[in-house]
């Protein structure tokens, strides 16, 4: 029986807008290509927990043009890259009403977690938080799935997870976890 909803945040509860390296890229001139080394390097450790964002942005900022601070960076990025899905987190709080928790479950760096916490309200929307920089592992590796399973002390059959990376999906199963690819609203229905 299922207990639990672990959900993904981009492309799940939150709208997918396209990645922000693109989004950046077309309002800024600078080729994606400049920018796709700090995603696929540093900014993993950052997800990891392994480095501070705000230390490692700057030496990138200048090459990418960037002439504010990277507080301001990171407000750009977070307001232009960060929506709600209303309707799925509307029957979130449906499916938390018939007494399963739900969970968000997501690779993150510390900033953009607590900006989804607090300036989207997720923090009163979900029953809790599973982010990879907090657990120290990401959504492709099993670890990240065997830590949230030990923190919320259920077998694994009980919890339900849903992303749109089959690789993230894949890892879940691997620890016995029901998972499921998100397409749309409908799969958020489940048997009781």
């Not at 390296?21 to 800024?28: G, P, R, T, V």
């Not at 979130?92 to 018939?98: C, F, T």
């Not at 923190?151 to 998972?179: H, M, R, T, Y």
């Amino acid at each position: 029986m299922i207990k639990v909803f672990l959900l993904d945040a981009d492309g799940v509860t939150l709208k997918k807008q396209g990645y922000f390296s693109e989004i950046y890229s077309k309002e800024y001139g600078v080729a994606v290509e400049k920018i796709m080394p700090f995603f696929k390097n540093e900014f993993r450790n950052c997800q990891l927990g392994k480095s501070d964002l705000k230390e490692v942005l700057p030496k990138y900022l200048a090459e990418w043009g960037w002439e504010k601070s990277v507080e301001d960076f990171l407000g750009y990025w977070f307001n232009s890259n960060t929506m709600a899905d209303e309707e799925v987190i509307n029957k979130i709080q449906s499916i938390r009403a018939g007494g399963i928790k739900c969970y968000l479950a997501t690779d993150q760096d510390k900033y953009r977690a607590e900006y989804i916490k607090n300036n989207l309200h997720y923090k009163d929307k979900f029953d809790g938080f599973f982010f990879s920089c907090e657990l120290g592992y990401s959504k492709v590796t099993p670890d990240f799935f065997k830590a949230v399973v030990s923190k919320l002390g259920l077998v694994p059959a009980d919890i339900f997870f849903l992303d749109d990376e089959d690789e993230n999906i894949e890892s879940a199963k691997k620890v016995g976890i029901q998972a499921k690819f998100y397409n749309n609203l409908s799969d958020l229905e489940y048997e009781k």
